[in-house]
């Protein structure tokens, strides 16, 4: 039976007493809570008009938006309460140390799909909770408080996002499934929706930025050609295509329907390793999509064994449906059967679904 609220589900998750257990679940309200208050702004729209303009650059070079700041300040202020050590943000160059006896470090996006604030289309933001204790974290060595995210994200003792669409939405993995909880406003807590959702090995459906194709690689560019030959192709079957180009709301969808996610590195200059982060958005996207019996990789390696170098590095991300996340990969590692292609589709039973 789904447990019935938020709360139901992360006292089931306290079980005996636990340090680490106990500072997650005080982590997952405290961001909660931080959430609410986020949505609260974005559905005021334009009558929140202290969020229209744009401010500098962070420290990824991307535009900031008023909101993101707005959201990151919120976020950084509810772990002031919360048993978190240190706070890292896409929109900060360095995490914040604040309390340096707490277990846990977070890792956060604190407003996702910023291109998509202006056009009323899902938003969102996405956390990793990894573990502070015994990392060089909050006294490294060399003075450097980033050290303590450079772990992989095997690591990660739960992640989660937030999704500010038409229900504010709460999805979540402390390692056992992923959970999707809406915030009921009539109840005034997050209930839960649903419980462990599987997302389904093979699909019909891809999600990727085809705007960039002159950028891509062969192996990506070949994969997207089969797909869009459809049931006159190798493929033998006809493909659907998706980009809300907001990854909370594209990682919504492939958890409620299957699907697969490509942001490849390509040819522009500065997206050799594509456009997402490892740290904030790649290992806990990864983390609820396994939990959810999906894959996700950077083309070729598990995207959760990949040990981060710095805070903010890019990684080619792929994810979803577990077959097609497989496919292709074999696209990248198998070229001799790449090369092999049309005119003749000699390819067709290696790569037919
Ligand atoms: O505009 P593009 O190149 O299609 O990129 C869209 C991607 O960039 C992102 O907006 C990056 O996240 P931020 O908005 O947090 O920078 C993803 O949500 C989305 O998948
Ligand atoms: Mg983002
Ligand atoms: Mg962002």
Same mark, same amino acid.
């Given at each position: 039976m789904p447990a019935a609220t938020l709360d139901a589900f992360l006292n089931s998750y306290l079980g005996p007493p636990d340090e680490l257990r106990s500072a997650v679940v005080a982590t997952v309200r405290q961001l909660t809570q931080a959430a609410t208050k986020v949505r609260n702004t974005i559905n005021q729209g334009v009558l929140g008009t202290a969020f229209a303009g744009t401010r500098s650059a962070n420290a990824d070079g991307d535009i900031q938006k008023d909101l993101d700041i707005f959201a990151d300040d919120i976020f950084l202020d509810a772990m002031r309460h919360a048993p978190v050590a240190l706070y890292a943000s896409e929109e900060l160059e360095q995490p914040v140390l604040l309390d340096s006896q707490a277990p @846990? &470090?977070? &890792?956060?996006? /604190? $407003?996702?799909g910023s291109s998509n604030i202006d056009t009323n289309v899902s938003i969102g933001t996405i956390f990793s909770l990894l573990p502070a204790a015994g990392l060089p974290a909050t006294g490294a060595p060399d003075g450097n408080p980033a050290a303590a995210f @450079?772990? =992989? !994200?095997?690591?990660? $003792?739960? =992640?989660?996002f937030f999704i500010y !669409? /038409?229900?504010?939405? $709460?999805v979540l993995s402390l390692g056992s499934g992923t959970h999707v909880f809406v915030l009921s406003t009539r109840l005034g807590t997050f209930v839960q929706a649903y419980e462990s959702r599987i997302i389904p090995q093979r699909t019909q459906e891809f999600a990727i930025n085809a705007a960039n194709y002159r950028h891509w690689d062969e192996a990506v560019r070949l994969y997207i050609d089969d797909c869009l030959e459809g049931t006159e192709g190798p493929r033998g079957k006809d493909f659907n295509m998706r980009w809300i180009a907001s990854l909370v709301a594209d990682c919504y969808r492939i958890l409620m329907r299957g699907g697969v996610f490509l942001y490849p590195g390509d040819k522009r200059k500065g997206y050799r390793q594509g456009r997402l982060r490892l740290v904030y958005e790649a290992n806990p996207i990864a983390y609820l999509i396994e939990q959810a019996g999906g894959a996700a990789t950077d083309t070729i390696t598990r995207i959760l064994e990949i040990e981060p170098e710095s805070l903010h590095q890019r990684v080619p991300v792929v994810f979803g449906s577990a077959r097609e996340v497989a496919r292709i990969t074999r696209y990248h590692t198998e070229p001799s059967a790449i090369g092999?292609? &049309? /005119? @003749?589709?000699?390819?067709?039973g290696l790569f037919r679904a």
């Open positions: @846990l &470090a977070i &890792a956060i996006d /604190p $407003l996702d @450079l772990q =992989a !994200g095997v690591n990660q $003792l739960g =992640a989660g !669409g /038409p229900q504010l939405a $709460l092999e292609r &049309a /005119p @003749l589709f000699s390819r067709r």
